[in-house]
């Protein structure tokens, strides 16, 4: 499974976008690149996941770099409850049929208000 | 629609007593994972599902065991627990292995003294 590498942690004030970045050096082209967040003391959630193209969903914006070894998942106005931990995983579906997620330490996002 | 239900969500283990964590899922999803999360750290596959009747090994599934005799259900055992098998655990189920997203449940903490 390709590997993904993000910030330990972030800070961000609350209203103002968020940028968090993850580097996937060795993505192959089967890869799609998912997102999910683990707000404190629940199971992860979706947020977002994209292949190719810059995608936009009501809870964020994913834009993935030409060569996809980056991508940045953006949230265009922070509030408090966006303080969560932001997980970048590669989802292979070219040669894996499991649809398993194999989880990194992610992105520890705090929001001060 | 309850989505991913995980019982118990509490339980209080001594080393070497068994027990059995129930997922069960009103999705109709093929796909059923069990994940666990330690303290400060990201989430880690124990075992994984495919569909009705199938399981795999994950990233450490060494001390589990599980089964999938119902579509809708996943049980992680622990024959014999030990104080490292303490960990909050986490049960996703996916309709695809391709396309969508996993739906995670709010966890179980399982404390073994």
């Known amino acids: 499974d390709a590997k993904t590498t993000q910030p330990n942690s972030m800070e961000s004030n609350e209203e103002e976008p968020v940028h968090l970045p993850c580097n996937h050096s060795?993505?192959?082209?089967?890869?799609?690149i998912h997102w999910y967040r683990q707000l404190p003391s629940q199971g992860p959630e979706y947020v977002i996941h994209?292949?190719?193209s810059n995608v936009n969903n009501r809870m964020a914006s994913l834009a993935i770099a030409e060569d996809r070894k980056s991508s940045t998942l953006i949230l265009h106005r922070a509030t408090l409850r966006d303080a969560a931990v932001y997980y970048c995983?590669?989802?292979?579906?070219?040669?894996?049929?499991?649809?398993?997620?194999?989880f990194g330490q992610g992105t520890t996002l705090q929001v001060k208000p | 629609n309850a989505g991913v239900t995980q019982t118990p969500k509490f339980r209080v283990l001594k080393t070497g007593q068994s027990m059995t964590l129930l997922c069960a899922q009103d999705?109709?999803?093929?796909?059923m994972y069990w994940y666990r999360q330690d303290p400060g750290m990201g989430l880690r596959l124990i075992h994984y599902?495919?569909?009705?009747?199938?399981?795999a090994k994950g990233e450490v599934p060494d001390g589990y065991n599980v089964s999938r005799l119902k579509k809708q259900n996943f049980l992680l055992g622990l024959e014999s627990a030990a104080p490292s098998q303490t960990s909050v655990y986490f049960c996703?189920?996916?309709?695809?292995?391709?396309?969508?997203?996993?739906?995670f449940g709010e966890g179980s903490r399982l404390t073994v003294l």
């Open positions: 060795t993505i192959s082209g089967t890869d799609y």
């Open positions: 994209g292949l190719t």
């Open positions: 996703a189920s996916s309709y695809s292995a391709y396309i969508g997203e996993l739906f």
């Open positions: 995983i590669l989802r292979d579906i070219g040669s894996s049929n499991t649809g398993k997620l194999i």
């Open positions: 599902s495919v569909g009705e009747g199938t399981t």
């Open positions: 999705m109709n999803h093929e796909y």
